[in-house]
């Protein structure tokens, strides 16, 4: 079984500052990791993925997460939002192969200040 | 089309009514998941249909609910004599081809609140 924690419920930041957004998963196997952004109104849309290969990875806009698996961690960072940015943001851990489902975090609403 | 649409965009339902809701997936995709996310919650895995083929149901809360994609396209997903606990947003998503690593790709939801 998976399970995905994102500590944080709410992370509020000013515009230009740098943000972290925690995640941690526990899983008995190799996993896929993910971040999706929702915006209101709106549905999941993919932010970036860690498959295998270079443990950080980036989005294009602005966005990287770097997976840390002694840590059991995919935490995702930007060294200065917009307000643009602000939305919910979720983690979700899926195992390779034929494990289709992924499963997600209670997400995190970050709120840009101007 | 350009993506997952879904309908209604929002539906109210008094407390023992049928209601269906609509997933229309982006044009040859495979695969199409049903999840179920309530307020301050992250999607929960519903149902998974590969094709025409629903190969896993293991999310359905109960019985009242049942989901179909009869041709492989468009999936409907129906609750029964619905209860205030299933308000929620009901959120379908495709995948191009099925496992793999390709990206799941959402629709708006649909909001349900059963008064």
């Known amino acids: 079984a998976q399970s995905v924690t994102q500590l944080d419920s709410q992370v509020p930041v000013f515009e230009e500052a740098p943000v972290e957004l925690r995640c941690n998963y526990s899983s008995s196997v190799s996993v896929y990791l993910f971040w999706y952004v929702q915006y209101p109104n709106q549905g999941l849309q993919l932010l970036l993925k860690y498959l295998s290969g270079s443990t950080l990875v980036e989005s294009i806009n602005g966005f990287e997460a770097e997976f840390n698996k002694s840590q059991t961690s995919f935490h995702l960072r930007k060294p200065s939002v917009h307000i643009s940015d602000t939305a919910e943001y979720f983690c979700a851990v899926r195992g390779p192969g034929g494990s289709y489902i992924p499963t997600f975090g209670r997400g995190t609403s970050l709120i840009v200040h101007p | 089309g350009a993506g997952v649409s879904q309908s209604p965009r929002y539906k109210v339902a008094k407390r023992g009514q049928d209601v269906a809701l609509r997933c229309d997936p982006i044009?040859?995709?495979?695969?199409l998941f049903w999840y179920q996310q309530a307020l301050g919650q992250g999607p929960e895995f519903l149902t998974y249909?590969?094709?025409?083929?629903?190969?896993?149901k293991s999310g359905l809360p109960s019985d009242r609910f049942f989901a179909e994609r009869p041709e492989g396209s468009v999936s409907t997903l129906k609750i029964q004599r619905t209860q205030q606990e299933d308000s929620a947003v009901y959120l379908c998503?495709?995948?191009?081809?099925?496992?793999?690593?390709?990206?799941?790709?959402f629709g708006p939801g649909t909001r349900l609140t059963v008064l």
């Open positions: 998503a495709s995948i191009q081809r099925p496992g793999g690593t390709d990206t799941q790709y």
């Open positions: 044009s040859g995709h495979v695969s």
């Open positions: 249909f590969q094709n025409e083929a629903q190969l896993d």
